[in-house]
């Protein structure tokens, strides 16, 4: 063989590796590099020394927050501490990663930051990770949240219901609270027409939540009618985690206290729509026996303003709307509910006792929000429509 052969064929064989070389790199680039976090993260449950955030990633990997008090440091002057998605001394390895933070100091402002590191393979006791992804703080300011305080004299919340998918309604509506000084937002139902994948429930209605506030101004569901149907429906209840692991609970904050309710659907179980698969009588008569405990609870019986959000309201003489009148408002009328705060008709409806209450039922339409305040003089709920004008208002005293 002459040189000149050769150094051909070394060119070649070099050429070959280097293809080779290149391929292997791009594979690996591809399985890693499209890793990323799809949703949120937003919180939820917060109370007075803890709180729980959530968020999604496209594929497989394990989750931590990394938390730091909300000072004049740097988020990375020194090193902070993680806390991890983790379940039975396991760090979970999911889609859907949820850290629940613990031990925090009531009224108090923390910075924090989210991390998935994806999970490749995981045969025996051999784990291969992959890349890592997390929300900025370089470029922009970590996001942040502030437990809630018991002490805290006044409370700005508001209340939306029936979006539907209307992202562009949802963000108008939003747009009428200050969110440097509103302490939580609870959506009251059907925020989607029903629930078939995760990706749908997102770009529904959670997404413009998040970019709007969830990420550092809690929100609270209490789950309608719709959001029972669909295939999703069943894994609806991992992504909105509560502080009973149910979707109904109660939710303290300075002199209010809520009370969560899930209203489940609106017609009989053996309707056609539903075939066969729910069994909503007997969850609402679970739900009955929670709550003649929970109304006897401390922070319920020491609230000076009693508020229900329920998302059906307890009249209309549907099925659901029985079950919620005969199940539910005995309770609350015995323990001293002082209004319910309601949607599904979508329409307005001022407020006044119905469905054998003794208290004001508030029904907001599926194109105004709620807004409320209370202090030590009044609870104030406001009716405002996407434009801001006050449609209506009730007051109401605390109780001594």
């Known amino acids: 063989m002459n040189k000149s052969s050769f150094r051909k064929k070394g060119n070649r064989f070099r050429y070959g590796l280097a293809l080779a070389l290149a391929l292997l790199t791009a594979g690996a680039g ?7 976090i799809t949703h949120g993260p937003y919180l939820q449950a917060l109370h007075d020394t803890g709180v729980t955030i959530v968020w999604t990633t496209d594929s497989l990997a394990t989750g931590w927050v990394e938390l730091a008090p909300d000072d004049s440091t740097h988020f990375y002057q020194s090193e902070r501490p993680k806390f991890f998605a983790s379940d039975n001394g396991f760090k979970n390895i999911s889609k859907i990663h949820k850290v629940t933070l613990r031990g925090l100091r009531p009224g108090t402002a923390y910075r924090y930051r989210v991390f998935s590191q994806e999970v490749t393979s995981h045969v025996g006791a051999s784990v291969r990770y992959g890349r890592v992804a997390a929300t900025q703080v370089y470029q922009r300011k970590p996001l942040r949240f502030v437990t809630s305080d018991p ?53 529904d209605f959670m997404d413009t939540g998040t970019k709007v506030f969830a990420s550092e101004v809690p929100m609270y569901y209490a789950r309608g009618n719709h959001e029972t149907r669909g295939q999703y429906a069943s894994p609806f209840p991992h992504y909105f985690p509560s502080s009973t692991g149910k979707l109904y609970y109660l939710v303290r904050r300075g002199p209010i206290c809520f009370v969560v309710l ?28 929670w709550l003649k405990e929970a109304l ?79 202090n030590e003089q009044r609870l104030l709920i406001e009716v405002l429509d996407q434009q801001g004008k006050v449609v209506e208002s009730l007051e109401l005293k605390p109780q001594k």
């Open 30 to 36: 591809y399985a890693q590099g499209n890793f990323k």
């Open 151 to 203: 002490a805290q004299k006044e409370v700005t919340f508001g209340v939306i219901n029936d979006i539907h998918g209307r992202n562009e309604v949802m963000e108008k509506l939003l747009g009428n609270l200050d969110f440097k000084k509103t302490d939580l937002v609870f959506f009251n139902g059907d925020m989607a027409n029903d629930l078939r994948t995760e990706d749908q429930m997102f770009t």
């Open 262 to 289: 899930d209203c489940g659907e609106d017609k009989p179980d053996s309707d056609i729509e539903y075939s066969g698969i729910v069994n909503m009588d007997y969850y609402r008569s679970e739900e009955a026996e």
């Open 296 to 374: 006897q609870s401390p922070e319920y019986k020491s609230a000076p303003y009693k508020v229900v959000v329920c998302h059906m309201p307890p009249f209309g003489g549907w099925h659901g709307e029985k079950e919620i009148a005969e199940k539910f408002v005995p309770l609350l009328n015995q323990a001293g509910a002082q209004v319910m705060l309601s949607g599904h008709l979508h329409r307005h409806v001022k407020a006044a006792p119905a469905g054998g209450s003794r208290f004001p039922v508030m029904v907001n339409s599926n194109n105004n929000m709620l807004r409320a305040k209370a």
